[in-house]
């Protein structure tokens, strides 16, 4: 059964107003930018050929009332095309903006990090971690010793040659974590999740200083001189 022109140029409505939302969202230069306008161009091209063809089948009133909406259904789509390309600056703005205030996330939970060492308490480095951890930033050899770290989600991050001595890590989620180097002096990884032993012995401790506190089954981490370089 051949789909109805009414369903069609509704159809073909759907796909135009899903093309405004891509192209509003991704730009024009999406690489699938395009794809609703093919389907809605195709819909209503079906549409207005299933009209045609019902000339000698269909009342003229109701034929009539079919090409009308075709022809609305295309004005309407080249209005929102004209609109969406007099929107542009303003699409390249907001995205702009949105990459502004992401980078200002980004440098605030640097600065937050980089106040560890000497912070009172917790001045919200977990959150910052996390942040940095998600947004793909590079945390090797981050400097986060004596923080309260603990249920933090750093799950497949490479925090190799990072200082987490006396840190609090307890119940951290570490699977598939990079520990290559890392300090783990007097921190507190107990009920850590995801930690293996394969993990903890590319770690070390400082020899002198406490080893770190592990789940049960995890040997801990080789000792090493104060003295030896990372």
């Given amino acids: ?22 192209l509003w969202q991704f730009g024009l230069d999406s690489p699938w930018a395009y794809t609703p306008a093919a389907v809605a161009a195709l819909a209503i091209t079906l549409a207005y050929d ?27 789509v080249a209005g929102l095309w004209v609109d969406l390309d007099a929107r542009k600056e303003e699409r390249i703005a907001l995205r702009e903006e949105r990459t502004e205030r992401w980078q200002m996330r980004v440098d605030e939970a640097w600065h937050v990090i980089a106040q560890s060492p000497v912070a009172q308490g917790n001045i919200g480095q977990r959150e910052a971690l996390h942040f940095l951890h998600i947004s793909n930033q590079d945390i090797t050899g981050i400097g986060v010793r004596g923080v309260n770290l603990s249920r933090i989600n750093l799950s497949g991050a490479n925090i190799s040659g990072a200082d987490f001595s006396n840190a609090d890590l307890s119940g951290a989620n570490v699977t598939g974590a990079d520990l290559s180097g890392a300090d ?47």
């Fill in 1 to 22: 059964m051949r789909p109805s022109s009414l369903f069609l140029l509704i159809f073909g409505t759907l796909a135009a107003s899903i093309q405004v939302l891509v």
């Fill in 50 to 76: 299933q009209a045609v063809s019902a000339f000698f089948r269909r009342s003229k009133p109701k034929l009539f009332l079919e090409i009308a909406a075709a022809v609305a259904v295309i004005a309407g």
């Fill in 184 to 230: 783990l002096s007097g921190a507190d990884l107990s009920k850590a999740k995801g930690l293996t032993n394969e993990q903890i012995k590319k770690a070390f401790y400082r020899a002198g200083q406490l080893p770190p506190k592990l789940p049960p089954g995890i040997d801990p981490p080789p000792p090493r001189d104060p003295s030896e370089r990372k």
